[in-house]
């Protein structure tokens, strides 16, 4: 397979005050644009390292004590931030720093079945104009036209998926390799993270091509596990705080990505990356709250989606740059919500009128 062809209909051209106010935003965060590895080794190996402690802690200490329960939460929250860096790695493609690429798959990505090559070449996809908000856009349903049971519902899917990436790791995966056909439907409808469960994964000039060895490795880190617990090496309370950890993070995730957009279009076309702008969501927030459930850089969403080359330690920098030097910020501030409640509450109001004109 290969990339989706791209719709018939090409997105709308955009009026002339829109490219202009764009190319001022352009020149105005210009310098943003270069990735300082530094920090992204320290970002990633500190909070790794903090996750993974505190998972240690939360295996060893007494069950349903409160330290237990806080060394869960600190393990939830640090290691949502070490997997969150899988976007990054999808924006510096498979063939940047690959030593890092490396190192994430090692010590996050496999040990969570969460694999670098379930994100790159998939989320690529979201960011191409002629693509985003379409049916070839596995990270886009319009939760603004469902009802709010149907949204909560999607939601609440992330306490099941732990179950499955597990069974996937050890059982569909070593099968796939004895049958290909099995091999074909894992990589089109199981080797992605997206929200559209009716999304088929094409190949792509994007995808990792060390996945086989990711998915080998995720093998070994959950067979290893569960052969340690079997043998009475490991208790099995460490499989139950690995699901309640996943868990969190998807459950974290979801709401994030409940509100990293607007969710207006039912994907009938392409749209101008203005209307793709004012259908994403910055939420500065607060900045010592809100980078606990939108880690790395992913508040500013919207302005992400307008510099999708942006490193994430300068989309912060460049949202208040644009704030302020715009000479019109008001198409820029369309886009933003004041944190996670305010950006939760428009969306189930949005459900809601939809839900009762239904019902007219």
């Known amino acids: 397979m290969s990339v989706p062809t791209l719709p018939i209909n090409t997105p709308r051209h955009a009026n002339p005050s829109d490219a202009a106010a764009l190319a001022e935003a352009r020149t105005l965060v210009r310098d943003l644009f270069t990735a300082r590895a530094g920090l992204y080794w320290f970002d990633f190996l500190t909070s790794t390292s903090i996750g ?170 959950a067979s290893s596990a569960l052969a340690l617990m079997a043998f009475g090496v490991w208790p099995w309370r460490v499989l139950l705080v690995w699901y309640v950890l996943l868990t969190g993070i998807l459950l974290l995730n979801g709401l994030r990505t409940l509100i990293a957009h607007r969710y207006r279009y039912p994907g009938e076309r392409p749209l101008t990356l203005m209307e793709q702008f004012h259908d994403s969501v910055d939420v500065p927030g607060n900045p010592l709250l809100s980078p606990l459930w939108a880690p790395v850089g992913l508040r500013f969403h919207a302005t992400h989606h307008l510099f999708p080359g942006m490193p994430y330690h300068n989309l912060g920098t460049a949202y208040r740059r644009l704030k302020k030097g715009l000479s019109d910020p008001g198409w820029f501030l369309q886009s933003s919500e004041r944190n996670l409640l305010g950006g939760l509450r428009r969306l189930l109001h949005t459900s809601l009128q939809r839900a009762h004109r239904d019902n007219l």
């Not at 200490?61 to 600190?74: E, I, K, N, R």
């Not at 080797?191 to 994007?206: N, T």
């Open 52 to 221: 993974w402690a505190a998972f240690v802690a939360a295996v060893w200490l007494p069950a349903w004590s409160p330290l237990q329960g806080v060394a869960g939460a600190l393990s939830i929250v640090a290691l949502y931030r070490s997997v969150i860096f899988v976007h990054e790695l999808a924006h510096l493609g498979p063939r940047v720093w690959p030593g890092f690429r490396l190192a994430w798959n090692l010590l996050c990505g496999g040990p969570m079945l969460v694999q670098s090559y379930t994100y790159s070449g998939v989320h690529n996809l979201h960011h191409y104009q002629q693509l985003y908000g379409t049916r070839d856009d596995g990270e886009y349903l319009p939760f603004a036209r469902m009802r709010p049971l149907a949204i909560f519902g999607h939601w609440a899917l992330g306490i099941v998926v732990p179950a499955f990436v597990l069974i996937r790791a050890t059982i569909l995966v070593p099968l796939s390799w004895l049958i290909p056909p099995l091999a074909t439907w894992l990589w089109e409808r199981a080797s992605s993270m997206i929200i559209d469960p009716e999304f088929k994964r094409p190949h792509s000039k994007h995808d990792d091509p060390s996945w086989r060895w990711q998915d080998a490795y995720a093998w070994f880190c």
